[in-house]
């Protein structure tokens, strides 16, 4: 069974960089035919795709954050990461990491959802 | 403003059946990409219920059943109940974005 764990600061000061880590168990992240995603959500609001990565490197990133956001992979420890510069009380949010699945190259179904952490943005 | 439009809510009484419309475009489920949906239950983690348009994992009731067509997708819950309730989220991929889309969510309440 394939778990997800996100880990990272609650809290984050306006201006500075929110880092999330997510780890994976119970399944390779260097398997092919998936991609690993980071959703947020707003609250009561609806989901939103930050961005993906494949396990060779290949990021998608929102165009809304694009210029703010990078992902990581690190396979010798199966995991990855987020890191969102100069954050805003707008990117207070709930923070999923998730697994999908692929099929020639395009994102499928997302199979697998960490179970999500609060990340606020306040001085 | 989501790529995929949903409606903000439907309701139904225990027992009814209930549709969920998710409405794309030609980038998306026009193009022939494949729908997939989404229930949150409160304070939970989004959980999938339906993969590739009208395919149910393991574990979820055949009470939920999904289709496509055209532009669109559709998800039904036949036999509502209580636990039902929860939000619903449709999820495609668009080619012009070069992204996952999800649609804007929907709340079933059951009266």
């Known amino acids: 069974q394939v778990q997800l764990q996100e880990s990272g600061p609650g809290l984050v000061k306006p201006s500075q960089t929110l880092s999330l880590t997510c780890t994976v168990s119970?399944?390779?992240?260097?398997?092919?035919?998936?991609?690993w995603i980071w959703i947020r959500q707003h609250p009561g609001k609806g989901l939103e795709w930050i961005g993906y990565i494949y396990y060779s490197g290949s990021t998608y990133y929102n165009p809304s954050l694009k210029s703010r956001i990078s992902l990581s992979v690190d396979t010798s420890k199966n995991q990855f990461s987020l890191k969102l510069r100069s954050a805003t009380a707008a990117d207070t949010a709930v923070y999923y990491c998730?697994?999908?699945?692929?099929?020639?190259?395009?994102?499928?179904?997302?199979?697998?959802w960490g179970q999500g952490t609060l990340v606020s943005v306040s001085s | 403003q989501s790529v995929l439009t949903q409606p903000p809510s439907v309701s139904g009484a225990p027992g009814q059946r209930v549709t969920i419309s998710c409405t794309g475009s030609n980038s998306n489920i026009g193009a022939g990409y494949d729908v997939h949906w989404y229930q949150q239950l409160p304070g939970t983690a989004p959980k999938l219920l339906i993969y590739v348009n009208s395919n149910r994992p393991s574990g979820v009731p055949d009470r939920f059943s999904g289709s496509k067509s055209g532009t669109s997708a559709s998800l039904a819950i036949t036999g509502l109940q209580a636990e039902d309730e929860a939000d619903y989220y449709c999820q495609s991929y668009d080619i012009s974005l070069s992204a996952v889309v999800f649609g804007g969510g929907t709340k079933l309440t059951v009266l």
């Open positions: 119970g399944g390779s992240i260097s398997s092919d035919g998936y991609y």
């Open positions: 998730a697994r999908g699945l692929t099929s020639v190259d395009i994102p499928m179904d997302i199979d697998y």
